[in-house]
């Protein structure tokens, strides 16, 4: 392994300073309660710029936005459809990479994120298979097909459901969260494959509409308002996994003399 | 970095590229099953399996549809712009299935080469178009079509 350690010392020795230097704010943010007091400030705000965003597309999307030629009013599950697909995946890559973070650094701030983005992550992901499936019914002519993009998807769902039942399989905190940690990332491979699905074979589900490489082949009437609740679902992300986190961080470090101190202050004693 | 944080981080560098790899060979070996459906000239071409149950996809060919006066049977047929394959079917479509638009029926190919369908989905494409933006595109493509044939009044 020495070659490859030297070899890969090389290639990122830009990015990897030695720990004294420039990677403090790395290590404080491992704190618990440093992460627990800060992510307090931030909730009230994050969750008022979720909950305006997230209403103004909703309206303007359902409301306002014009009907599809063809489809009529269903094309409308679009604006919860695509976020919650959007987020489904990006959300695996936020577990995915707290895991890594954590068995590499031994960070436990990390895998508690790990584990607070696996229940969200599965929400998500059944959220985009099921209005998926009410608007297949009247478009396609069936609730669920067996093609590529549905049938990834369904595996995602699947791995977000395996790092939730590693998380109860062990006794101890670290050998689940090293466990779920293996099983997230052996599980993005997965990612790249539900995006690409819909290129790499035919499929019944249509091609991606927002690219990043040229104009969305949607309306700009239409679009704005999916922007706006793709923005939206990605606050309410950060809210959600804020808070289940800060949940993890109060049920693993319910010994410690700062968490007594606020449960004591809460309570008036 | 400490020897034992960068030994850990190969390994998980090492982790994801082996899985990348299996799960590649994997998707390299299915390459051809992953399809949904084959297209008209993968079944006229006899490429796909016969005397099997599958699904044939393909835009309906303008002005192929023909229905029955006192049944639900329908006929049309399919192309992916090399071949066209007839496709017969009796049951309700779905919503969008049109002319024009693209549409997979599963059945079995019977001896006519003509696709006895026990099921048709309606494949929507990814565009999106309020209706009079789409009105108007037609509009200019009709008077565009008939420019060039010299019929416009």
């Known amino acids: ?269 | 970095m400490h020897p034992l944080r960068k030994q850990r981080l190969q390994l998980v560098i090492l982790l994801v590229a082996s899985a990348a790899l299996v799960i590649g060979l994997v998707i390299y070996m299915l390459r051809e099953n992953g399809n949904f459906f084959y297209t008209p000239a993968q079944i006229i071409s006899g490429e796909a399996p016969q005397n099997t149950f599958l699904r044939a996809g393909g835009m309906v060919v303008d002005a192929s549809v023909l229905r029955s006066e006192d049944s639900l049977w329908v006929q049309f047929k399919i192309t992916d712009g090399v071949e066209m394959l007839t496709i017969e079917h009796t049951g309700i479509l779905p919503d969008l299935f049109a002319e024009g638009e693209a549409a997979i029926a599963s059945g079995k190919v019977d001896e006519n080469l003509v696709l006895q369908a026990t099921q048709i989905l309606a494949k929507h494409d990814e565009k999106y178009t309020p209706p009079e933006v789409a009105d108007a595109m037609n509009e200019a493509y009709k008077q565009k079509e008939a420019a060039k044939t010299g019929s416009y009044k």
């Open chain 1, 1 to 269: 392994m020495s070659w490859l350690s030297k070899l890969f010392s090389k290639l990122f020795a830009k990015w990897l300073p030695n720990e004294s230097s420039s990677w403090q704010w790395f290590y404080r943010l491992g704190s618990p309660k440093w992460f627990y007091r800060r992510s307090g400030q931030w909730l009230p705000w994050l969750s008022l710029a979720a909950l305006l965003v997230l209403a103004t597309g909703l309206v303007w999307g359902l409301a306002f936005a014009p009907e599809d030629a063809k489809q009529g009013n269903s094309f409308r599950i679009i604006y919860i459809h695509v976020p919650a697909a959007f987020l489904a995946q990006s959300g695996y890559f936020i577990m995915a990479i707290a895991g890594a973070i954590g068995l590499i650094w031994k960070m436990k701030i990390s895998y508690m994120v790990m584990k607070a983005a696996a229940p969200i992550g599965a929400v998500l992901t059944f959220v985009a298979l099921f209005t998926g499936a009410v608007w297949g019914k009247p478009t396609w002519g069936a609730y669920w097909v067996w093609d590529a993009r549905i049938t990834s998807m369904l595996i995602l769902l699947f791995l977000y459901a395996g790092v939730m039942a590693l998380q109860y399989a062990y006794h101890s905190i670290d050998a689940a969260s090293k466990a779920s940690a293996i099983l997230a990332l052996v599980g993005t491979v997965n990612i790249p494959i539900i995006n690409k699905s819909v290129d790499w074979w035919y499929t019944l589900h249509q091609p991606a509409t927002i690219k990043l490489t040229s104009a969305p082949s949607m309306h700009m009437d239409m679009f704005m308002p999916l922007l706006v609740m793709i923005v939206g679902f990605y606050l309410f992300y950060g809210v959600a996994l804020i808070l289940h986190t800060r949940n993890e961080i109060l049920r693993r470090e319910r010994k410690t003399s700062w968490v007594r101190e606020l449960v004591n202050a809460k309570a008036g004693l």
